[in-house]
C-alpha cells in the first residue's frame, strides 16, 4: 500500500510516490498525468510490467487523498477513500523491491517531477482500505 495527499498544480504530470530503480524496470509507481488528470498506478516485475489509470480526473488546486495497493492479483487505486480503480494481473516473476530508496515528487534518475504539492506520505506491506482513510474526514 501507498498513500499521499496530493493537491495537483494547473499542469504537469509527475512522479507522486516510487521506488523504480535506477534502470526503471522494478518496482512501483504512484503518478499524476496532466494530461487526462488521472492518477496512474504502475508495477513492474523482473519479467513483465503494468500500469492502470484511475477513472477520476482530478481538478487542480484541490486536495486529495489517493492510495494504491496489489495484493499479488488485484491492483487497486482509491481517491478520497473511494474505489477509482480494480484490476485483476497476474505478474510474471515477482515484484521487485530494489535498494535505491523511495522517492517522493519525483524520479531519481532524471526530471518527472510533480507539481503541485505532496503531504503525508505512507508506505506499508499491508493495510485494509478502511484503515487507509476514515470517509468521515472528508465530510467535514
Request: glycine share 10%; no cysteine; aromatic share 12%.
Amino acid at each position: 500500500t501507498v498513500e499521499a495527499w496530493i493537491k495537483p498544480a494547473s499542469n504537469g504530470r509527475g512522479y507522486i510516490l516510487s521506488n523504480r530503480g535506477y534502470n526503471g524496470n522494478e518496482g512501483y509507481l504512484l503518478e499524476y498525468d496532466d494530461w487526462d488528470r488521472r492518477v496512474r498506478w504502475s508495477i513492474w516485475t523482473n519479467y513483465n510490467n503494468s500500469s492502470w489509470d484511475g477513472d477520476t480526473q482530478l481538478i487542480a488546486g484541490q486536495w486529495y487523498h489517493v492510495a494504491a495497493t496489489f495484493d499479488g492479483s488485484r491492483a487497486k487505486l482509491y481517491i478520497n477513500g473511494i474505489l477509482d480503480g480494480n484490476w485483476d494481473w497476474q505478474p510474471q516473476g515477482i515484484v521487485n523491491q530494489p535498494n535505491d530508496g523511495i522517492t517522493i515528487g519525483s524520479r531519481r534518475d532524471y526530471g518527472s517531477e510533480f507539481d503541485g504539492l505532496i503531504d503525508d506520505t505512507l508506505l506499508e506491506e499491508l493495510k485494509k482500505i478502511d484503515e487507509i482513510l476514515d470517509i468521515k474526514q472528508l465530510r467535514v
